[in-house]
Each structure stands twice: as C-alpha cells, then as structure tokens.
C-alpha cells in the first residue's frame, strides 16, 4: 500500500474514526508533575505507563532565549532548518528540524543536563553515571504544516524488553519541551500509555483492551515530557492554523546490568546501542575536562570515531550526513 493511502486510513478499519491509530482519543489531560516536589510518584507513573509529563521545566528566561536562537538560525543559517527549496531527506514531512545545533553554538551546552528535568532522567536510567547523551535537536511545524498525518511509531528499541525481568531501566529516553504553548488545534505529541511492553500498536490494543488510549499531551511553553523510546506516539495533527516549537533531546543508558530472562537466571544487559550513525559530538564535549561530562558525551558512533581519529577535520565533519558548517 502506497504510504499516502496508508495515512488517510486508520488501523481499526473504523471510517468513523481518527486517521491516526485506533482513534481511542483521550478526554481527560495526563497528570502533570511537580519534576522536585512530585519527584517518587512522577518516576512511579513513568514505571506504569511509558511517560510522564513534568511542568514548568523552563524558565521564562530560556524560553526566551530557545526561541531566539531559533529566530536567529533561522534566518542566519536557513539550510540548517530545511527552510531552502532543496530540503534534505531528514526534513521532508517533518516539518523543519535543526539537526546538530550544538556542534556549532555552546550557548546550548547549559541545557544538556537541564536542573528541572535532568534528576528524572538520571533516575529512570539508572543513575546519573548511567545516562549517556544521543541527540539534540530543535524542530518547528509550522502554520498548516501540521495537517498531514503521521502513523504511531516507536524509535529504537531492545527485543529483550518484551522478556526480560526487570524492564526498568528502559534503553532509551526521550525529553521533549515544549517552546510555545501547545493547546487543542496545535499539532500535540501523542503517547499511547503502556504500549512500550508491546511489539506492536495492534498488540498494544489487543493486550491493553478497554484502558487503550491515544494521549494528545497539552502544556504551557516549558512543560517537558519524558518517554521511553518504545513507546508508541506521534505528531497529532493540528488544526492547520497553529504552529509549534520544541526541543528535543535523547538519551541512552550505558554500563552493564544484571537481568533474567525466561531461559536464564542470569542475563547481562549490554549497555544500550548508539542511536543513530550521524550524530556528532563537538571536541569540547566529547574531551571534556570534566570526567562525569566526559562519560555523558562517551557513546560514540562510528562516525564519531572517525571524525575524532582526524583530529575534529572540518573536511571529515562536512563529509558526514547532517555535518554542513
């Protein structure tokens, strides 16, 4: 089936329904938590259903300054965006994504280990010496860009999830800010609580039965939602005259950890796969002075390895996917 037909029809087979998943659309908003004061029963939700929703993870002030820098690279650096006629394959239906801002702009390196949400993060992982940075970008959908449907998905993710004892912590972590308000009729991140235990988002309703939900998550500028990437989600689709902003930042659990599985009581998690295969860390964060932020910048690709066996060559760097200068 041709991916545009795929997207005007729905899963459940249902006409009467959302053209994205089973059109189970919540009613009511998720919890929102308190990252410091709600701290035990934010990680506990978290456990239960995949994600969480912090609030007030920003200050006024960066939200400010986020939203700046996006006005700023935008009009400074429109290729970087997709924002020029030739749009790069990672920006085509995606609305507008800076890919790589921190190999050029240390002014964002303050946001990697953010105070409010950080704390959650390093717990959910593991540790704080567990969490090992992957990405870090920044995306816009703009007016009457959020109209096309995207399909629940999932990003990376472990097969061992599905069997091993415990699941906790999860492989991979993603925290999502928002930059604007986000408010019914602006293009909403949509989580399906406790579908990360399953293979499929078929699965995931069948298993889950009557407590299947698709959760369009709504929230002032600086409200922050952590999922594990196994989750099923997507973009849900705005009204067409609202756009959105948001930063999106990855992490990936390192060191190893004893685990069961069903064939064995004693199982070795390997720490988590890298990511991606482009992604590159500037020579100031990955040879930090600093050991713990060292460790943080250590998960290194291929790509990785070879642009810093050059010496950080800005030939190298520019001959890498996403690398332009």
């Known amino acids: 089936m041709k991916s545009k037909q795929r997207q005007q029809e729905n899963l459940s087979g249902d006409k009467h329904v959302a053209a994205q998943g089973f059109g189970r659309i919540a009613t009511?908003?998720?919890?929102?938590?308190?990252?410091?004061?709600?701290?035990d029963v934010a990680y506990k939700f978290f456990e239960d259903n995949g994600f969480?929703?912090?609030?007030?993870?920003?200050?006024?002030?960066?939200?400010a300054h986020?939203?700046?820098?996006?006005n700023r690279t935008q009009s400074q650096h429109p290729a970087r965006w997709g924002l020029t006629e030739k749009r790069k394959p990672h920006h085509r239906n995606q609305g507008l994504i800076f890919s790589q801002p921190l190999l050029d702009y240390p002014e964002l390196d303050k946001y990697t280990q953010h105070p409010r949400s950080f704390p959650m993060v390093s717990?959910?992982?593991?540790?704080?010496?567990?969490?090992?940075?992957?990405?870090f970008n920044l995306r816009e959908i703009p007016t009457n860009a959020g109209m096309d449907a995207m399909n629940f998905?999932?990003?990376?993710?472990?097969?061992?999830?599905?069997?091993?004892?415990?699941y906790m912590p999860c492989d991979w972590l993603c925290a999502i800010h928002y930059l604007t308000d986000v408010a019914p009729g602006t293009p909403s991140f949509c989580v399906v609580p406790k579908s990360n235990r399953y293979d499929t988002l078929r699965a995931a309703f069948d298993g889950i039965g009557a407590n299947y939900q698709e959760v369009p998550i709504y929230g002032e500028a600086g409200t922050c939602i952590l999922y594990d990437t196994a989750l099923f989600h997507t973009r849900f689709d705005g009204d067409g005259k609202?756009?959105?902003?948001?930063?999106?930042?990855?992490?990936?659990?390192?060191?190893?950890?004893?685990?069961?599985?069903?064939?064995?009581?004693?199982?070795m998690r390997a720490p988590s796969p890298v990511l991606t295969d482009w992604n590159l860390f500037p020579e100031r964060l990955a040879l930090h002075p600093d050991p713990q932020r060292r460790l943080f910048f250590s998960h290194w690709n291929t790509a990785q390895c070879e642009w810093v066996a050059s010496g950080f060559d800005k030939k190298v760097r520019e001959s890498m996917p996403r690398g332009e200068q």
């Open 28 to 39: 009511e908003r998720q919890p929102l938590f308190d990252p410091e004061e709600d701290s």
């Open 52 to 63: 969480v929703v912090l609030g007030a993870c920003l200050t006024n002030n960066e939200i």
């Open 66 to 70: 986020l939203n700046e820098f996006c």
């Open 123 to 135: 717990r959910i992982l593991g540790g704080e010496d567990r969490v090992r940075f992957s990405e």
């Open 153 to 166: 998905h999932h990003d990376a993710v472990s097969r061992d999830r599905l069997i091993r004892k415990p």
């Open 242 to 267: 609202q756009s959105r902003r948001t930063w999106h930042q990855y992490y990936a659990r390192g060191g190893w950890l004893r685990s069961s599985l069903p064939t064995t009581d004693r199982y």
